[in-house]
């Protein structure tokens, strides 16, 4: 009887519109609920979250990096979502962006060229997955798709977009989102998070803790050799640098 006690959940009916979308998540403490109301959403300032573009034509639109000039500057590093990837990800394909993504706005209505924030540095990861939400780096110059949504931080800032993206990926706060997204990461749900008020001093631990970590994540594009990161193949590299890695 103490064990079907244990697994019993009471809740009143409205409780479950304290979190966004109302979810029928009924086993969410007061307490967890509570955070969505007394912190800021996480698409609020200093912080903004966007979705990205859809080509309509990925096919006419978008090209591996390997099968154009790299100096073109035709076509722009593209965030199309792609497999899990905490930190770090290259990115390997590439969007035609000709006149500023002018022919993709015209032949797709559901494009979204979103040109303020095009180009902007910032943070992305994939929509869909089924382990944890972990954003990665978007390089400056970039485009971002509505798979791979994107969010920034005012003055794009280095030191607060690497604190934040380690605040992002800590296991908290994948708990946070999933009961509103359960694996579907979009910008809307992503937005609709609750994040602490950051101190300068934690900015500045967390940011260190992010950039190893992406060092460390990039690192091990080193040796792949359809990777921007790469340098050198598997065994000339474990020589050089004593790392070995582990699959």
Same mark, same amino acid.
């Given at each position: 009887a103490k064990d079907a006690l244990a697994e019993r959940f009471e809740r009143e009916p409205l409780a479950f519109a304290a979190v966004p979308g109302t979810p029928f998540a009924y086993w969410l403490s007061e307490r967890f609920c509570a955070l969505f109301a007394t912190c800021q959403r996480l698409d609020s300032p200093p912080f903004s979250v966007r979705a990205g573009l859809a080509t309509g034509s990925d096919g006419r639109f978008l090209r591996l990096w390997s099968e154009t000039h790299e100096s073109s500057t035709r076509w722009r590093a593209f965030a199309k979502g792609g497999k899990f990837g905490a930190f770090y990800a290259d990115l390997g394909l590439?969007?035609?962006?000709?006149? @500023?993504?002018?022919? %993709?706005?015209?032949?797709?209505?559901?494009?979204? !060229? /979103?040109?303020? *924030? &095009?180009? /902007?540095?910032?943070?992305?990861?994939? %929509?869909?997955? /089924? &382990? @944890?939400?972990?954003?990665?780096?978007?390089?400056?110059?970039?485009?971002? #798709?509505? !798979?791979?949504?994107?969010?920034?931080? *005012? #003055? *794009?800032?280095?030191?607060? $977009?690497?604190? %934040?993206?380690? $605040?992002? @990926? @800590? *296991?908290? &706060?994948?708990? $946070? !989102?999933?009961?509103m997204a359960g694996w579907n990461f979009e910008a809307g749900v992503i937005g609709n998070a609750p994040v602490p008020i950051l101190t300068d001093s934690t900015i500045r631990t967390l940011a260190q803790l992010g950039r190893r970590a992406w060092s460390l994540k990039r690192s091990l594009d080193t040796t792949n050799e359809t990777s921007?990161? &790469? $340098?050198l193949p598997p065994g000339a590299i474990d020589k050089i640098s004593g790392l070995a890695r582990i699959d």
């Open positions: 590439l969007i035609d962006w000709a006149k @500023s993504g002018e022919p %993709i706005e015209l032949s797709f209505i559901g494009a979204r !060229v /979103r040109k303020p *924030d &095009f180009g /902007r540095p910032g943070l992305t990861w994939p %929509i869909k997955n /089924r &382990f @944890s939400f972990k954003p990665r780096c978007l390089p400056a110059d970039s485009i971002f #798709g509505h !798979v791979g949504p994107a969010m920034f931080v *005012d #003055g *794009d800032k280095p030191t607060v $977009l690497l604190a %934040i993206q380690a $605040l992002l @990926s @800590s *296991d908290a &706060f994948t708990a $946070l !989102v999933k009961p921007h990161a &790469f $340098l």
